[in-house]
């Protein structure tokens, strides 16, 4: 019944005011989330993202670990399609993530595939939940469902495929009712497939396209689990995304989408490895009015010297966003995760993207866990317990974690960064 009110609200446009204020308040929100995010999921440019996945797999017991990998990868959508390559490489191909990656659990259709469903798609039925908060902002809590004979979720697992139906949770932003996170349950699984859970999460962020804006996302994390009790996760991340052309609303062919982030490939100007880039931040931070995705600027303290004999000169601008900007609550203390990207280097006649990592010292945090005491002998003991909270690192981001309920990281704040290609593969086999 809601999906249908949803349905006659977005057909009238909310023009009969004095209706809509009889209906109840989950309804009008979820009827003005469908219409903003199905405009911004209309509006997709062409994009390529470096793609970071962590891979775990866990045994039987879900205690003791099998195998870790790190994999990069080049994505690049348009279109309605993915393609990838391996980092730096340009060797960008129709072929599935599966088959270039070789082994092991990934997923693809993260960029556009699953929110389509949701807010384009005409097929979920959607209900309201109530308030939340989620990376300390107020948010808008759903609940959604699409039967598995509407699906379009299509699961390969050990040579067998199947089509799954979908169930799930959405959260809104309280004041622009952009999409913060979609989290998608696998439901209806097929005899065919030997999978008793399978998981997706996924991070979204709005993108400035030119005058129109489009999601992103961010983050996700898969969780899939077999019959057998093996347990497969992955985390993934995005960054240093750079947007290769207008907006597509035909299908594109692989083949032609590959053409085209090629050739975008060859006329970029990127830094070499191996170059020291000390950076001061020219935009000041405030956790109160701060999004994740406002766009951030830093100078260059000092000229760097490239291969070629050319310089970057002192103040050449530095072009990044915020990529974290969450707060956390432990045993009574608020902290902030704090994460920076910046990625493209400015100065007269050139733009250039550089990926990189910091290497200068970043504030940490640490946590008291209280006093034990004890007796040694005739002597009372106490000791001090204490926990530095490590932040969650992202290929490319400084993430550092701050401490207060209100948190600012202020103009002239200082971070030295170096250049460097991305991996491939790192394999961590335990």
């Known amino acids: 019944m809601l999906r249908l009110l949803i349905a006659a609200l977005l057909a009238a446009s909310f023009a009969a005011t004095a209706q809509l204020d009889d209906l109840p308040p989950g309804v009008l929100k979820a009827a003005k989330a469908m219409t903003v995010n199905r405009e911004l999921v209309k509006h997709v440019a062409k994009v390529t993202c470096l793609e970071t996945i962590r891979r775990t797999d866990l045994a039987r017991n879900q205690r003791r670990i099998k195998d870790q990998d790190v994999i990069q990868v080049e994505?690049?959508?348009?279109?309605?399609?993915?393609v990838f390559s391996w980092p730096g490489q340009n060797n960008f191909s129709d072929n599935e993530l599966a088959q270039i990656v070789g082994h092991g659990m990934v997923a693809t259709g993260l960029f556009q595939s699953m929110v389509n469903t949701v807010f384009a798609g005409n097929a979920a039925a959607i209900h309201w939940i109530g308030e939340s908060t989620?990376?300390?902002?107020?948010?808008?809590?759903?609940?959604?469902?699409?039967?598995?004979?509407?699906?379009?979720?299509?699961?390969?697992?050990?040579?067998?495929?199947?089509?799954?139906?979908?169930?799930?949770?959405?959260?809104?932003?309280?004041?622009?009712?952009?999409?913060?996170?979609?989290?998608?349950?696998?439901?209806?699984?097929?005899?065919?497939?030997?999978?008793?859970?399978?998981?997706?999460?996924?991070?979204?962020?709005?993108?400035?396209?030119?005058?129109?804006?489009?999601?992103?996302?961010?983050?996700?994390?898969?969780?899939?689990?077999?019959?057998?009790?093996?347990?497969?996760?992955?985390?993934?991340?995005?960054?240093?995304?750079?947007?290769?052309?207008?907006?597509?609303?035909?299908?594109?062919?692989?083949?032609?989408l590959v053409k085209e982030v090629s050739q975008f490939q060859k006329s970029r100007e990127v830094l070499p490895a191996g170059l020291t880039l000390p950076l001061t931040l020219e935009t000041p931070i405030d956790s109160a009015i701060a999004m994740v995705g406002d766009k951030i600027r830093a100078r260059l303290e000092e000229p760097v010297a490239l291969p070629d004999n050319s310089t970057i000169p002192q103040g050449a601008t530095a072009e990044g966003y915020l990529r974290q900007l969450e707060r956390l609550n432990d045993g009574g203390s608020s902290y902030y995760q704090v994460g920076l990207e910046f990625d493209r280097m400015l100065w007269p006649g050139h733009s250039a993207d550089f990926f990189a990592e910091s290497f200068s010292t970043l504030p940490e945090l640490r946590l008291s866990r209280g006093v034990r005491s004890g007796h040694r002998g005739n002597w009372l003991t106490m000791e001090s317990q204490s926990e530095?909270?490590?932040?969650?690192?992202?290929?490319?981001?400084?993430?550092?974690?701050?401490?207060?309920?209100?948190?600012?990281?202020?103009?002239?704040?200082?971070?030295?960064?170096?250049?460097?290609?991305?991996?491939?593969?790192?394999?961590?086999?335990k």
């Open 75 to 82: 994505v690049a959508v348009g279109g309605g399609r993915e």
């Open 134 to 256: 989620l990376h300390g902002h107020p948010a808008y809590h759903f609940r959604y469902k699409v039967p598995s004979f509407l699906s379009r979720w299509q699961v390969d697992w050990l040579g067998a495929r199947g089509t799954v139906g979908e169930e799930g949770e959405f959260w809104i932003d309280a004041s622009q009712f952009t999409l913060l996170r979609l989290s998608v349950d696998a439901a209806d699984i097929p005899p065919a497939l030997p999978l008793q859970h399978l998981r997706i999460i996924i991070d979204y962020r709005p993108e400035s396209i030119g005058a129109a804006k489009t999601l992103l996302p961010e983050s996700a994390g898969v969780v899939a689990a077999e019959w057998n009790g093996v347990l497969h996760r992955a985390e993934v991340s995005f960054s240093h995304c750079r947007v290769f052309g207008a907006e597509s609303t035909l299908l594109l062919s692989a083949a032609d």
């Open 388 to 429: 530095v909270i490590q932040p969650v690192h992202i290929p490319g981001v400084a993430s550092f974690v701050l401490e207060g309920e209100r948190v600012h990281v202020a103009k002239g704040f200082r971070i030295v960064w170096r250049t460097r290609t991305p991996a491939r593969s790192r394999d961590g086999t």
